[in-house]
C-alpha cells in the first residue's frame, strides 16, 4: 500500500517490452472485454476508495454469477493437459509462475493442503455435480469451529406464517410440489424440469488495476450452492493446486473493502510478455485493447472450473 | 385439461458486500432505529440453463433510486439488470426479528403494489410490480445475520391457465430490434411476416397502452414480453405474475395474451412463447372497492429453505470479517 502511493503512475506503454499496462492501456483493454462480453461490466465500487488515476466510472471490473460446476481435483487430466500445453509458461526457476502439470495430478497432493476424502466426487454425470463435496453435517461442523455457535433455525419458526398452498408455484422441491391439488401429468412434467436446475457455486470476479505491479490483478469471491459465501479454504479447492498456496492470497479488495481471495500478480507482466511474444513470432501483431483476453485466458490455468467469459477469436 | 401455468420463485442471492455495508450502517447510521429503509435490488438474465433466477442485492442496494442532489450517489443498475424496490426491516434483537409482524409487512407491501397498479403508477414505471421486503437482525459483533425475504405475488381468483400444451421455444436471432441494452422491462412485440420474426414496438410505459387498447379493438391476441431471470424451458419466472395481474386489472376485457419470455441473446439463451388465459379480476376488484380499495386479496411469496419450510435463513461471515480470522489467511 504505501510503496503504492509513492510508485509513479506508468505513463509510457511498455506493453511490447514488459507485457505492463498503463491505467489507460487498462481502460482501453477493459473496454474492448466489456464490449464483446456482455457479462463483465465496469464498475466504480465505493467512491470514497476511487483512485485518480483510472475514470470514476471504470474503476475495475466485474463479472457475476459465473458458474462453478465442478472441484478442480475432479478435472479431467486430459482437459488440464490441454490447457497446459496450450500456454506453458516458464517452468524454469524457484519462484516462477506454475503451470499445471499434465500429468500426475492425483498423485502429489500435499497432505496438509486439502482434505482429500471431503473433495471426492462421483461425477459420472456432469448433473450429479450439484450437491456439493461435503455433506451439509459437515459443513455445520466446519463452521461451528470458524464461524462461532450456528443458531438452531427451528426456533425461529414462525407458526404465523403459513403460506397458501399456490398451484402456480414452481416448488424448489418435489415434496411439495406434488403435494398440490392438481397433481395430473402436467405437474409431473414440471417437476422433472425443475429438477434440472443445478445448485452450484458462483463466483463473482473482478478485475483491479495494480498501480504497483502495472497489471490487472484478479479477485475472486465464492458462493455456495446456497448462496452462502465460501469460505477461504473452501475458495482453494476451485483453485488448481500448483496455485492455490503459491499465488493466491487473501486481501482487502481496493475499491470494495471487503477481504477477497486474490490471484498474486508477481509474474503477470513476465507471463503476459511471452504471450505477446508468442504472438509476435506466428506473425500476429499484438494489440494492447486485447489485453485482458489474453490475460482471462492464462488466469484460467490457475482456476479452470470457474467458466467465466473470455471468448474472443484470435490466436495467441 | 387444465394446464395451469406455474412461475419459478426468485432465489434470494445477497452479496457478501451487501452485508458489509448493512454493518457499517448499522454502526454509523441507523444504530437502534428500526424504521424501514428502501432497499434496490437487481435481476438479470439467468447466466446458465442450471442456475436458480436470483434476486440479487449489493453493496450499492442502499443508494438512492434517483436523486435531484447529484453530489450524492445514485444506484446503477448493472447492465441488462432490472430492478426491484425492496424495504428492509432491521432489527435489535434476535427476539424482535423472530417476533416482527412478518404477514402484517408481508400484507403492506402487496397492497402498496396492488395500490401502484390501480392509481396508474405502474403505468408509468412497471418497476413497481417487483417489490420484495427484506427482515434482519445483524449480530454485528459476531458478523452473523439472520434474515427473510418475501417478494409477492397478488394471487387472482384462479390460477392463470395456458391455452396451449406446452410454452413454445422461439428463436431470438429473428427478434428485431432487439438490443441488449435498451431491452425494457415489460415491453410489447409485433409479429412479421414470416411466423418466426418479431418487431420490438415499445415498452409497456410508452407504447403498451395503444397497443393493448388496439389488439381490443380489432379482436386481436396482442403480445408482450418480458425480461425473464428464469432458464427453464416450460416456466416463466416470478417478475411475470404481477405483470399480469397488471394486465387483467387494467384490461379487464382482455381475455388471452401472449408472452415471450426473453432470456438474453446468449448462445444458450432459451426463449419461450407463452399462450395464456387471462383470470377474471372483476371480482376481486369489486371485493376491493368493498374494502375501501385495499388490496384484501391472497399474495405469495416468502422464500423458503432447502426443504420447502418458510424459515429465516442464516450467513455468518466471521471467515472474511474477523480481524484475527483474515490475519491467519493473509500470508
Known amino acids: 500500500k504505501t510503496v503504492e502511493k509513492v510508485t509513479p503512475t506508468l505513463s509510457t506503454s511498455k506493453f511490447l517490452e514488459e507485457g505492463v499496462l498503463t491505467p489507460e492501456e487498462f481502460v482501453q483493454a477493459g473496454d474492448l472485454l466489456t464490449d464483446k462480453c456482455q457479462t463483465w461490466t465496469w464498475e466504480s465500487g465505493d467512491p470514497s476508495r476511487n483512485v485518480s488515476y483510472l475514470p470514476k466510472e471504470k474503476q475495475f471490473l466485474l463479472t457475476r454469477n459465473v458458474p462453478c460446476y465442478t472441484r478442480v481435483r475432479t478435472l479431467e487430466n486430459e482437459s488440464k493437459a490441454a490447457i497446459a500445453e496450450e500456454i506453458r509458461i516458464e517452468e524454469d526457476g524457484e519462484d516462477s509462475w506454475v503451470a499445471p502439470q499434465p500429468t500426475g495430478n492425483q498423485d502429489d ?98 478485475i483491479t488495476y495494480d ?34 498456496h503459491k499465488t493466491v492470497t487473501i486481501d482487502s479488495h481496493p475499491h470494495l473493502g471487503i477481504s477477497f481471495a486474490y490471484i498474486h500478480p508477481c509474474r503477470h507482466a513476465a507471463v503476459m510478455k511471452k504471450l505477446v511474444d508468442r504472438q509476435s513470432e506466428n506473425g500476429k501483431e499484438p494489440r494492447v485493447d486485447q489485453y485482458l483476453f489474453l490475460f482471462l485466458k492464462f488466469i484460467s490455468v490457475v482456476i479452470p472450473t470457474i467458466e467465466y467469459d473470455f471468448t474472443l477469436e484470435f490466436d495467441t | 385439461m387444465s394446464n395451469t401455468l406455474q412461475f419459478k420463485e426468485f432465489s434470494s442471492f445477497v452479496n457478501i458486500s451487501f452485508w458489509h455495508e448493512l454493518s457499517n450502517k448499522k454502526l454509523d447510521e441507523l444504530k437502534l432505529s428500526e424504521e424501514p429503509i428502501p432497499l434496490n435490488a437487481h435481476y438479470t438474465f439467468s447466466p446458465s440453463q442450471q442456475l436458480d433466477p436470483f434476486l440479487c442485492l449489493e453493496f450499492n442496494a442502499f443508494l438512492k433510486n434517483n436523486t435531484i442532489n447529484t453530489t450524492e450517489n445514485t444506484y446503477v443498475l448493472p447492465p441488462r439488470s432490472y430492478l426491484s424496490h425492496g424495504t428492509l426491516f432491521n432489527y435489535n434483537t434476535v427476539d424482535d426479528f423472530k417476533q416482527s409482524p ?8 402487496s397492497k402498496r403494489i396492488w395500490n401502484d397498479i390501480k392509481n396508474g403508477n405502474v403505468d408509468k414505471d ?21 434474515y427473510m425475504f418475501g417478494i409477492p405475488a397478488l394471487l387472482p381468483s384462479q390460477p392463470i391457465q395456458q391455452f396451449t400444451e406446452q ?41 403498451g397502452n395503444q397497443y393493448l387498447n388496439d389488439c381490443l379493438k380489432d379482436g386481436s391476441i396482442p403480445l408482450v414480453g418480458f425480461c425473464d431471470p428464469c432458464p427453464l424451458p416450460s416456466n416463466p419466472g416470478w417478475p411475470l405474475r404481477n405483470f399480469l395481474i397488471y394486465l387483467s386489472v387494467k384490461y379487464p376485457s382482455l381475455k388471452k395474451v401472449k408472452v415471450i419470455c426473453f432470456r438474453g441473446n446468449g448462445v444458450n439463451s432459451n426463449n419461450i ?15 376491493q372497492q368493498q374494502d375501501g380499495d385495499q388490496w384484501s386479496g391472497k399474495s405469495v411469496g416468502w422464500e423458503k429453505d432447502t426443504n420447502g419450510k418458510i424459515a429465516p435463513r442464516f450467513v455468518s461471515l466471521a471467515s472474511t470479517m474477523d480481524p484475527l480470522k483474515l490475519a491467519e489467511q493473509s500470508v
Open chain 1, 211 to 244: 498501480k504497483y505491479y502495472q497489471t490487472p490483478r484478479v479477485w475472486l469471491f465464492g458462493y455456495d450452492e446456497n448462496r452462502k459465501p465460501l469460505k477461504p479454504e473452501e475458495i482453494f479447492e476451485d483453485i488448481s493446486e500448483d496455485h492455490a
Open chain 2, 102 to 109: 412478518k404477514l402484517k409487512l408481508f400484507d403492506e407491501a
Open chain 2, 273 to 287: 412463447l407463452l399462450s395464456l388465459e387471462l383470470p377474471s379480476m372483476s371480482e376481486l376488484i369489486e371485493k
Open chain 2, 126 to 146: 412497471t418497476s413497481l410490480l417487483n417489490r420484495f421486503i427484506l427482515l434482519t437482525y445483524a449480530d454485528i459483533k459476531n458478523h452473523q445475520f439472520y
Open chain 1, 109 to 206: 497432493i500435499d497432505d496438509d493442503k486439502v482434505d482429500i476424502s471431503s473433495l471426492k466426487i462421483d461425477d459420472k454425470k456432469p448433473n450429479t455435480t450439484t450437491t456439493t463435496t461435503k455433506p451439509n453435517t459437515n459443513n455445520d461442523e466446519d463452521e461451528d469451529e470458524d464461524d462461532g455457535d450456528i443458531p438452531d433455525l427451528d426456533d425461529f419458526q414462525d407458526d404465523n406464517i403459513i403460506e397458501e398452498d399456490d398451484p402456480a408455484v414452481l416448488s424448489k422441491n418435489k415434496t411439495t410440489t406434488t403435494t398440490t391439488n392438481n397433481s395430473n401429468n402436467n405437474t409431473e412434467s414440471k417437476v422433472e424440469d425443475n429438477d434440472n436446475i443445478l445448485r452450484t457455486r458462483t463466483y463473482d470476479i473482478s
Open chain 2, 167 to 207: 410454452p413454445e421455444s422461439i428463436n431470438i436471432e429473428s427478434i428485431k430490434s432487439f438490443s441488449n441494452q435498451s431491452l425494457p422491462q415489460y415491453f410489447c412485440l409485433r409479429q412479421g411476416d414470416d411466423q418466426s420474426s418479431f418487431e420490438l414496438i415499445g415498452s409497456i410505459e410508452e407504447k
